[in-house]
Every structure is written in C-alpha cells, then in structure tokens.
C-alpha cells in the first residue's frame, strides 16, 4: 500500500528553515506551548504563512493530544490550565484522552483544595478538573509528584509510573458517583494522611502499585457502593491499617502477588454491615496478610473478609 503524498502546505512547512536550520514546525514546537494555543488569534494575524503553520501544528497535537512537563508547561498547575483551554477548542472530541506526561525528577504540587466529603482544607492537593485525563511518569522513583491528587465529580482519570508523596495530606483520593480512578505501577508513600482515599461511591482500580509508609491507613474505602480492586498489589509498613474498608465499601484483592503486611494496625479490616473485603485465588487470604502488629484479619460489627475463587 502507497503512502499518503505530503500535502504543499506540509512540504513547506518541512523545507522552510530557520537561520540556525531547525525546521519551522520544530521550532514552533520548541516555544512555549501557551505562545501557540493561547495567543493563536495574534499569530495569525501576522501573516497566512504563521497561521499555516498553526493549523499544521495543531492537527499534529489533535492526533496524539499530549503535554509534557516541563517541556511544554512549567507545572503541574499551568497543565490543568491548559488541559481546560484545549477542551473547550473545537478540535477536541469529547471523550478524547488528554496524556500529560511527566518527566524525571520531582513535581511539586502547589496549593490547597476543597473536596466534597472531606473535613477541612486539603494542603498541596491538586483538584483534577478535567474529565478523561491521563497522568503518564517516567517510572516509580523516576517521576515523583510532592503532594496529592483529588479525583471528584464523576471524573475519570488514570495515573502511571509515579511516585506519589504527600507530607501534607493524602497521596490520592477518589470520591463521588461515577468517579473513576485507575493507578498503573504506582507507589504512594510517606504521605502524612492515608495513602489511597476512595469514598462515596467511587471506584478505584489498581494494578502493581505500592502503598507504604503512610501516617494513616495504606487503602481507605467507605460508603456503600464504593469499591476497589487491588491486583498485585502491596500495602506494607502504614502506621495503620493495610487496607481498611467500612460502612459498605466493598474490596476485591487479586494475583499473587498482592500482599498485606508489617501495618501497625490491622492487615485487612472490614468495618460495618454490607461491607466485604473478598481475596480471590491464586492469591490466598491466610498468607497474603501476615506480620500486622494488632490482626492480620479483623471483622467488626457485621463486616466480612472472604477467600473467593479466581474471578475472571
């Protein structure tokens, strides 16, 4: 199969060079990533050439919608802001995954926020305000992020590959219907609060992370129809409870490599009626929580942890 003839407009944009030689699509790549979204009405107005040239570059960024820190934006902050501009943009389809990724080294998270179901003000917590966004790292202890995430209102957003550390709050939480939030070889640790807070209804999905050496529980999940699944994970040396999950959370533990252990509390916890924490084979639930200082398995007031076959 023959490939698609570059366009005129895509020959001109490949052959025109700058002074120093760097292709002008390059360059404009290069430039603040704000001086080509946010200011595209001035640019255009220079001439037919730039405004060209600002088409061709966004139809390259609609095609993979990427931002990259600190390539393109200087934090975290100024990426939400950026995310929200590119939403509003008629060359966005709804339901698009926006990826922001994250390079080496640290991320600080500046600020406070408000997050519905939570007592008091939440300190070096990023509020996500876009739907449909994708946090991407380097890798755990690669990319590490200095402060928390809150995933609220009905949002749907994943993260992978970080290291999450909250001295100030908790590491990440997930709360109200229809919230979804995923975590791909995360680890959250030294984080001042819980590490993973999911409450009121929202659901948590975590593959291969790590949750340790939290000043409160590794896991917290409450409320009824609230769940989590967990599958090779590990929730280890939290000055609380490993997993804790109460008044109607439900919690599915899965593959063998998921563990709970060494917690100053309990190891799982399942507090309150209707609220279930099901460890499914292969992963075994008398050897997959062991070391706890008070019990590995502890059912309080109509709460249940159960081995369950594997499930599909």
């Not at 001086?35 to 730039?50: K, L, N, P």
């Not at 680890?187 to 209804?201: A, L």
């Amino acid at each position: 199969m023959s490939s698609v003839a570059p366009t005129a407009l895509e020959q001109r944009v490949n052959l025109v060079q700058l002074q120093d030689g760097i292709p002008i699509y390059l360059w404009l790549r290069s430039i603040s990533f704000l001086t080509v979204c946010e200011q595209a009405v001035s640019v255009r107005g220079m001439s037919r050439f730039f405004r060209e040239c600002s088409d061709v570059y966004m139809q390259k960024f609609w095609s993979e919608p990427t931002i990259r820190l600190p390539q393109d934006v200087s934090s975290l902050a100024r990426a939400m802001k950026i995310c929200q501009y590119l939403m509003r943009q008629e060359g966005y389809v709804e339901g698009t995954t926006m990826v922001v990724v994250l390079g080496s080294g640290v991320h600080e998270v500046v600020g406070s926020c408000q997050v519905a179901g939570l007592f008091g003000t939440q300190q070096k917590t990023l509020s996500i305000p876009c739907d449909n966004l994708s946090f991407v790292g380097q890798g755990e202890g690669e990319t590490i992020v200095d402060g928390g995430f809150a995933v609220e209102n009905g949002r749907k957003v994943s993260f992978e590959g970080l290291t999450v550390k909250n001295p100030s709050g908790s590491g990440v939480v997930a709360s109200g219907a229809g919230t979804e939030m995923v975590l791909q070889s995360v680890t959250v640790e030294d984080c001042q609060y819980h590490g993973v807070y999911v409450r009121d209804d929202a659901k948590l999905v975590a593959t291969g992370c790590q949750f340790h050496q939290n000043g409160w529980h590794g896991v917290y999940v409450y409320g009824s129809t609230t769940t989590a699944r967990l599958t090779n994970c590990t929730s280890h040396h939290n000055k609380r409870d490993g997993v804790y999950a109460a008044y109607g959370a439900v919690v599915d533990l899965m593959g063998e490599g998921t563990s709970v252990h060494d917690n100053e509390g309990n190891g799982l916890y399942a507090l309150g009626h209707g609220t279930t924490i099901n460890v499914y084979q292969p992963c075994v639930l008398n050897d997959m929580s062991h070391g706890n200082k008070e019990q590995n398995i502890n059912m309080e007031y109509g709460g249940i942890v159960q081995q369950k076959e594997s499930k599909k």
